[in-house]
């Protein structure tokens, strides 16, 4: 009786442990299946939406682009010191209220472009499109700014 009750107990503890290894390796090949580029920008993006600062600084250049960043500024070229815009103007750096829309990544060898398409009604074109850019500095990527495009 014990040894039937022990295969039982056996049988229904292999059973549940291949389920999980299922599971487990569908998800493992999710992550496979992830780029690197998607996988720096959802580390990335969600460092902007709990703002830690301390990983943003570590892992931008110094100096950033930001076209809705500071509108009162004479600077035309919308370039400014990251710590600056992380520390003031992070919000506007998001520029939506949340960053969940799909995105499509593109990746080249020096470059890493995150683009959002954002339907408006508003923009002549019915939409534009906000792009943040990681830049290859020292065999790292770098966030090198954000820019919107009609």
Known sequence: MKYILGLILLSQLLTNCSYRTDK?????????NMSYADSLWIDYKSAMQN???DYLIDNSLDSIQC????????????IYDSKYIFDNHLK???HLDSLTN???AFQNDSMIFINYTIKDKKSEEGGYNLIYIFKKSNQR???SGMTTTP
């Open 92 to 94: 506007e750096l998001i």
């Open 102 to 104: 799909d995105y499509s």
């Open 51 to 53: 703002q830690r600062i």
């Open 141 to 143: 990527y770098l966030f």
């Open 24 to 32: 487990l390796s569908q998800k493992g090949s999710d992550l496979k």
């Open 67 to 78: 076209v809705d960043c500071v509108t009162d500024s004479n600077n035309l070229s919308d």
